[in-house]
């Protein structure tokens, strides 16, 4: 079945510092990539997605790109801040399927030192 | 705000004891997933609904149910709980195209003491 595998944490980086949390996937089809971040006490909240093969999505300074041949979806930011301490989840939606049920990674914790 | 509100925030409640928890989705979606997180466990699907109906089911142990009524809300019911059913629930929902992403709620915190 789908799976998505991420990179243990915690994932510990100085303010300023480049980040990378790797995250590759198992699926049929076409499936739609979605990163999700949740901060202390709060839920999770769509942080990027890219729907397609080479597709970029981006927000806040993060990025990852749909990578098909690799099946991969890494996210990357060039310069984290302590405010980005967060679990970060990776995430897949299958297309075409009767479920279109949303699979999540394990979440990777960040944490940011000043 | 993500517009899935969860009720209630939190919950404390003996062991044996039944609760439910309620989702409402974001206006228009008509699926709504369930999740269970716990430390040790990481995130957990439970169930999915689309439109009233189950849609899929993950690892939703048989002293829990759910359904979606015909206003779209959900209904998560825990009974028989134990100590190892304390965690954090979210509900989740999303829209019908395949490529939509999901919405989360605040979640519910529940203790079993």
């Known amino acids: 079945g789908d799976s998505v595998t991420q990179m243990e944490g915690p994932v510990t980086l100085s303010e300023e510092a480049f980040l990378t949390i790797n995250c590759t996937y198992t699926?049929?089809?076409?499936?739609?990539l979605f990163w999700y971040v949740q901060y202390p006490g709060e839920g999770l909240q769509l942080l990027l997605k890219a729907t397609k093969a080479d597709d970029k999505g981006s927000n806040k300074g993060f990025e990852a790109t749909y990578r098909k041949e690799t099946t991969s979806f890494h996210l990357e930011k060039g310069s984290v801040q302590v405010s980005d301490s967060a679990v970060y989840f990776c995430?897949?939606?299958?297309?075409?399927?009767?479920?279109?049920?949303?699979?999540f990674g394990t979440g990777t914790l960040l944490a940011v030192q000043p | 705000d993500s517009g899935v509100t969860q009720t209630p925030k939190h919950l404390i409640t003996a062991t044996g004891q039944r609760v439910t928890l309620r989702c409402s989705p974001r206006s228009g979606d008509l699926s709504v997933y369930w999740y269970q997180q716990s430390l040790d466990q990481g995130l957990q699907f439970l169930i999915q609904?689309?439109?009233?109906?189950?849609?899929a089911k993950g690892n939703i142990l048989e002293r829990f149910s759910a359904q979606q009524f015909p206003d779209l809300h959900s209904e998560l019911n825990l009974s028989s709980l134990e100590l190892g059913d304390s965690a954090l629930y979210f509900c989740?929902?999303?829209?019908?195209?395949?490529?939509?992403?999901?919405?989360f709620g605040q979640g519910t915190r529940l203790t079993v003491v």
């Open positions: 609904y689309y439109n009233g109906e189950e849609r």
């Open positions: 995430a897949l939606r299958g297309y075409g399927g009767a479920t279109n049920k949303l699979i």
């Open positions: 989740a929902s999303s829209g019908q195209g395949p490529r939509s992403e999901a919405f």
């Open positions: 699926a049929t089809g076409y499936p739609s």
